[in-house]
């Protein structure tokens, strides 16, 4: 499957901003899909995943503030992301696995090519 993430952009603290990413595959449904972020000089960490049966798990930092969501019919996942601080401020990326969500990045086979995210305080 191929992916292309889309939304991101600048903002001041407390803003807001909604990713999408979208997949080519018409299988796109059999996929868990996983959101991670890279800050400069920093490794990718995890971010948010949603299982294939639409189940959530979030990384604390961002718990309460960052909603992730599937739409099977668009072949999209959607990253609603709410009161953002500047440590939020990193390249997402999206990602798809055959296997189960999870928060390791080496479980996911497929990666888009990222969308900045500039927080500014």
């Known amino acids: 499957v191929q992916l292309q993430a889309f939304g991101g952009g600048s903002v001041q603290t407390g803003g807001s901003l909604k990713l999408s990413c979208v997949g080519s595959?018409?299988?796109?449904?059999?996929?868990?899909m996983g959101w991670f972020r890279q800050a400069p000089g920093k490794e990718r960490e995890f971010v948010t995943t949603?299982?294939?049966?639409?189940?959530?798990y979030y990384t604390d930092s961002v718990e309460g503030r960052f909603t992730l969501s599937r739409d099977s019919a668009k072949n999209t996942v959607y990253l609603q992301m709410n009161s953002l601080k500047p440590e939020d401020t990193a390249v997402y990326y999206c990602a798809a696995t055959l296997g189960p969500a999870s928060v390791i990045t080496n479980a996911y086979e497929y990666w888009g090519q990222g969308t900045q995210v500039t927080v500014s305080s």
């Open positions: 949603i299982s294939r049966s639409g189940t959530t």
């Open positions: 595959a018409r299988t796109f449904d059999r996929y868990a």
